[in-house]
């Protein structure tokens, strides 16, 4: 049997009316109200995304002005022109991601999972590119010391930035969640470039990167949660 | 391989103007189904309902709700779902009207929306009978044929033995008449993965029709 036919055959199953009760319609025509009261629509994707951008790099740069700007002083220029552009590429694709998922219908150009993953190992990659210091001094004590500031650097960015997206409307709360948390993972790894001196890359690489994946993994959590209170309050309150 | 069938839809190819022949050079038999639907009356429509204009509101709702009422029957498993489904889109759709920018697809925009209350709905199912110790028959209510639980005709047979996933696909492509970059942006998913599930429904589709001796006939309908 060609694809035609099939076609065909479609064709005609859908050509039979389908008619909606007229009472349904007009139940729901009177749950908007005779007036439904004008809005103010989403600006455009690029600017959301921009303000996003600009959300998370100001926490980043405030963050780390406050801690001190110890680790782009010791930066070389090519590590610098390396790390901080990549930096501004994942935060524009993360930011056009969130603004993706906040807005019913648009286009999804790469997956919250796959910018996840891909992320962090190409920041990773970078790292072990650019750093050649393989000792591993006070490996865990500054490591958690770094992910831990990361990561309270990470929260703000996360905030502002959903409070920036509020109006906004996930049909996906997940995805939405898991690629707001990267976005906030990314605006912490930038504090940590900018502040963190210690170039030993098993440390850049592992604790510095494992920032977007735990915060990925927070926001994440943070939208089930939310969904899934959302769907027990019906439940709470039954008399 | 992908299906041949006419699934690449530009705006502009899909002949809204009247309803033209299947086969046709450059024709969609969609359009037959939904003539009074163009894309720019949509958005029209939609600009006009976020300015606050009821007439608007009604219009949309009386053209759209049809299609979304049969996209839920196709996934659903009755009359009264689908018309429970309908009312809640339709408030969701109010409360988030501010989040359609004109200028992009208007019918992605109806069916994410659909499609999340729909998700959340079926969420929502299965915890109440998880609560109410029923769980054991929600697999018998989800696989109860539509067409035995009150739906109203040959589609919803047609596409019943079908997945989930590639029933709506189907049904966005081939009676919402979207185009495949649509449907991918209705279903969060690329279009790549749009016309693997649509290539795979229609395997099945082949597969269950070739058996009913459909082929040689191209019988109308399936009752």
């Known amino acids: 049997m ?34 439904p009261g004008p809005v103010r629509p989403l600006p455009p994707a690029w600017v959301l995304a921009g303000g996003l951008v600009l959300i998370c790099a100001a926490v980043a740069l405030a963050g780390a002005a406050r801690l001190g700007l110890y680790g782009i002083q010791k930066l070389s220029v090519l590590e610098r022109a390396l790390i901080f552009p990549a930096l501004g590429v994942l935060f524009w694709l993360a930011a056009a991601a969130w603004v993706g998922e906040m807005v019913p219908g648009s286009r999804r150009r790469v997956a919250p999972g796959t910018l996840l993953w891909a992320g962090s190992l190409a920041l990773a990659a970078m790292f072990a590119a650019l750093f050649h210091d393989y ?31 509020r109006r906004g409307f996930a049909v996906n709360a997940l995805a939405a969640g898991l690629v707001a948390g990267t976005l906030a993972g990314l605006a912490g790894v930038t504090m940590l470039e900018l502040h963190c001196a210690n170039f030993e890359a098993p440390h ?4 510095h990167t494992a920032v977007i994946p735990v915060s990925a993994a927070a926001g994440a959590l943070l939208a089930w949660a939310t969904q899934f209170a959302g769907r027990l309050a019906p439940f709470r309150r039954r008399p | 391989m992908f299906p041949k069938g006419n699934f690449k839809k530009t705006r502009q190819e899909r002949g809204y103007g009247g309803r033209r022949e299947f086969g046709d050079p450059g024709s969609n038999w969609v359009s037959g189904f939904f003539p009074m639907c163009p894309d720019s009356d949509l958005e029209m429509l939609m600009a006009r309902y976020q300015q606050g204009d009821f007439a608007a509101a009604t219009a949309l709702i009386h053209r759209l709700s049809p299609q979304l009422h049969r996209f839920f029957l196709v996934q659903s498993a009755s009359r009264q779902d689908a018309d429970d489904l309908l009312q809640e889109t339709w408030l969701r759709i109010h409360q988030v009207r501010h989040t359609y920018r004109a200028g992009e697809p208007v019918l992605p925009w109806f069916y994410a929306i659909a499609r999340h209350i729909r998700v959340d709905h079926y969420r929502k199912a299965r915890r109440t009978s998880a609560r109410e110790g029923r769980l054991e028959e929600m697999p018998e209510a989800a696989a109860v044929h ?6 109203t005709g040959d589609l919803e047979a047609l596409l019943a033995p079908l997945p989930e996933s590639q029933r709506e696909v189907i049904q966005m492509l081939k009676v919402a008449g979207m185009s495949l970059e649509e449907v991918a942006r209705a279903t969060s998913s690329s279009v790549g993965s749009v016309k693997q599930k649509a290539h795979r429904a229609y395997e099945r589709l082949r597969e269950r029709l070739s058996g009913m001796g459909l082929s040689k006939e191209r019988a109308g309908g399936l009752s």
């Open chain 1, 2 to 35: 060609r694809d035609g036919e099939i076609d065909e055959v479609l064709q005609r199953a859908a050509q039979v009316p389908h008619d909606v009760d007229p009472a349904l319609l007009d139940r729901v025509a009177g749950s908007i109200g005779p007036s």
């Open chain 1, 135 to 165: 000792r591993t001094e006070q490996f865990v004590s500054q490591g958690v010391a770094c992910l831990t500031a990361g990561l309270l650097h990470a929260i703000p960015a996360g905030l502002a930035s959903w409070l920036f997206l």
């Open chain 1, 204 to 207: 850049v690489m592992l604790w």
């Open chain 2, 146 to 151: 539509p067409a035995q639980a009150g739906g």
